[in-house]
């Protein structure tokens, strides 16, 4: 099984890192089109692995076809979430947001990241598991990736589905 | 009964130099037990079996506590004081196996 994950250029990832961590490839940003929901404009939302903030208007950013929504926060909001089931956007959870942070709110996020997951399975939405790394600290290997996927509520199964199909068809999709 | 064992090969980011890594272990046996808790990490029991070059290392842990040595080495960003990560490269029964998957 090949593996995929999505990183900003920040992280100067090249091929034999690539290896070393078991991936085919790691994405950069701008191959996923990685669009910041606190300044963008509506026509780069198409396509585009859409990053939601409180400033941003998702409902109208959901519309432009983006192929992946990140929700930082976590939080479940049930209309939203009945918007990326109908519109068939994936659903990306960012590692590396969850293991650099520490403590008590490492704990909550992946409380709330675990409940958002299962809401998510429940309408059937494609999950997707990527690091999203800025920098190599949040960096990950695919073993890690597939081990944190499950901690939050995926099967083996679908952790590795999820980090080889779905996180290489936000990029070619 | 021998309790089974696996064996993870670790990659740090930063290199860490021969007369430090009694210190390095001991710093990084802290994050562990932070991050699995006292009776997770009795049952993970983990342990630094060798140095391969300056920034890998194959550290051993009980099976049943794999997957949580994982989850933990990937929340470690923090050793001494100093940021890194921990990238868990390969995970074998055996040492030879992990040795042959570090070669090129």
Known sequence: MEYYDVAYET???????????????????KEAKVVDGNSYKGSEVEDSLFISSPRAN???????????????????????????AEREVALCIPIGDLTSSYGLQRSR????TSKL?????SKKIDVS????????????????LIEMAKLLGASEEYARESISKINKSMVSR | MRDKRRYILVE??????????KQFEHDLFKELLHNIGETGYFKANPKVMKYIGSNRFILKC??????????????TKKVGGQNLA?????ASGTIKAVEKANSP
């Open chain 1, 11 to 29: 992280c100067g990832t090249d091929s034999k890192l690539e290896k070393r961590l078991g991936y085919e490839r790691i994405f950069s940003s």
């Open chain 1, 58 to 84: 998702i409902m109208a950013a959901l519309k432009a076809s983006p192929k992946a929504v990140v929700f930082p926060d976590s939080r479940i909001d049930r209309k939203v979430i009945k918007v990326v």
């Open chain 1, 109 to 112: 996020s992946l409380y709330m």
């Open chain 1, 117 to 121: 997951f299962d809401y998510a399975r």
């Open chain 1, 129 to 144: 598991f990527v690091t999203l790394a800025r920098d190599r600290t949040q960096l990950c290997s695919y073993i890690q």
């Open chain 2, 12 to 21: 740090s980011t930063v290199d860490v130099a021969e007369p430090a890594r």
């Open chain 2, 62 to 75: 009980s099976l049943v506590k794999y997957k949580e040595m994982v989850v933990a080495l990937t929340f």
């Open chain 2, 86 to 90: 921990l990238y868990t490269l390969n």
